[in-house]
């Protein structure tokens, strides 16, 4: 339970919650608060709702922009031990208190997006309240945004649990009340989950659960403060990578019976205006450069890891040279079933050493993207991601054949 909690209206039972997960978001809260509560009154006005701050503790007034951000809904803060960090925690406090509350639907929805709307915890709540036990956004974005999910997990998700989740690493998403039984009753929280692995470990346990999974179009980017995608690439790709090959081994006696993925359910088919995705920057010879000074450093290990033929593959491509860079989607899927396979049998030094080789691989993979779809609008580059998702179910024998 959390350490800490401050529950002015004493509320103790909620039909619906929004929870706003937060570390030192005192300057973003504040609107998010006010634009989730008009959702809330305006959308849900008829069920007893409330806001639930879930926070680690932060030492820049985010508690104090959250309690004073005009709101008609109740409020409720709760916060981690003041040496205790990571959204995973705060999700944690949050799962224990939708359990203490019985809400039957819960909505999360990160502290610092700038064009978050009232709207969105229409889109992300309703379906809850109609059937659907989880759901995941779809936000409109640019070719070149979240190419960890491009590249890595969804083609990865949708091929080991069947359903076509398109964004399952979203840090705003919603799922029904009794789903956290599911939660907190999971054995897998390792370190990774409790930092930046919640959001894929949230996915793949709805996904194991079997409850039905909608997609809610939300229409616009998502908008966050500025940031460098490279500042904590080593970090995240670790923690979140790692997760799914964490729960891979969790959940074997399900996806090894999956053969094909099926769509989810849409919602909000309905919306008339959607905005354009902000445009993404890629230095293609930064990238390039990352992916010689990887195979420099780590084609040892990428030797002992990878098949034969996927090692052959590797020393070829980096003859190519930067105008001619390509990864080839079956490529790509053979190094990470490999992966995945190697992962299962090591300790945790050996684990960090293969997600250390891993990662200019998929750097060099992000060149390839960039690459192959330079000339192709958004709709042509997202058809692109929907046929290398097909080449990673298609050569799914290949990983049974490997973990088997």
């Known amino acids: 339970m959390a350490v800490f ?8 039972k909620a039909d619906i919650i929004v929870g706003i997960p937060s570390y030192n978001e005192g300057e973003a809260i504040g ?9 809330l009154k305006e959308y849900f006005g008829e069920l007893s709702s409330v806001i639930i701050n879930c926070d680690n503790h932060s030492a820049d ?24 960090r990571g959204k995973g925690q705060n999700l944690k406090n949050l799962f224990e208190k939708t359990r203490e509350l019985q809400a039957k639907a819960v909505v999360v929805i990160e502290a610092d997006i700038k064009n978050v709307a009232p709207y969105w915890v229409k889109n992300l709540g309703e379906p809850l309240l109609k059937g659907a036990g989880y759901t995941s956004p779809l936000y409109v974005r640019h070719k070149y945004e979240a190419t960890l999910t491009n590249s890595i997990i969804y083609p990865l998700t949708r091929c080991l649990y069947g359903r ?23 054995s897998h929280w390792t370190d990774s989950v409790q930092q930046f692995g919640v959001d894929i470990w949230a996915t793949t346990v709805a996904l194991n659960s079997r409850v039905p999974i909608v997609l809610s179009i939300l229409g616009c980017p998502k908008v966050h403060r500025t940031k460098d995608p490279y500042a904590h690439l080593s970090v995240t790709f670790h923690q979140i990578v790692g997760t799914i090959f964490d729960l891979m081994k969790v ?7 999956v053969k094909w993925s099926k769509p989810c359910g849409l919602y909000g088919t309905d919306m008339q205006d959607v905005e354009s995705p902000i445009p993404v920057e890629v230095n293609t010879a930064r990238l390039h450069e990352r992916f010689l000074q990887g195979f420099d450093k ?13 090692h052959h593959k590797l020393q070829e491509i980096r003859g190519l040279g930067l105008q001619h860079f390509s990864i080839p989607a079956q490529t790509w899927a053979k190094i990470l079933f490999d992966s995945a396979v190697a992962y299962q049998s090591m300790n945790a030094d050996q684990r960090r050493n293969l997600l250390d080789a891993l990662l200019p691989i998929y750097i060099g993979k992000v060149l390839s993207f960039v690459k192959k779809t330079e000339r ?10 929907e046929n290398e998702c097909t080449v990673f179910e ?7 054949s490997k973990w088997q």
């Open 376 to 385: 192709m609008s958004v709709q042509q580059a997202e058809e692109y991601v």
């Open 5 to 12: 909690e401050e529950n002015p209206d004493q509320i103790t």
């Open 61 to 84: 007034g985010t508690k104090d922009a959250f309690f004073s951000a005009p709101s008609e809904v109740p409020k409720i803060y709760i916060s981690t031990p003041p040496d205790v």
């Open 251 to 257: 959940y074997e006696k399900f996806w090894t019976r």
């Open 164 to 186: 076509r989740v398109r964004q399952p690493n979203a840090g705003d998403f919603g799922f029904k009340g009794e789903l956290v039984d599911a939660f907190l009753d999971s």
């Open 394 to 400: 298609e050569n799914k024998p290949y990983l049974m």
């Open 31 to 39: 609107n998010t608060t006010v634009q989730v509560a008009k959702g």
């Open 298 to 310: 780590h084609h040892t290990a990428w030797e002992s890891i990878y098949d034969q033929t996927v």
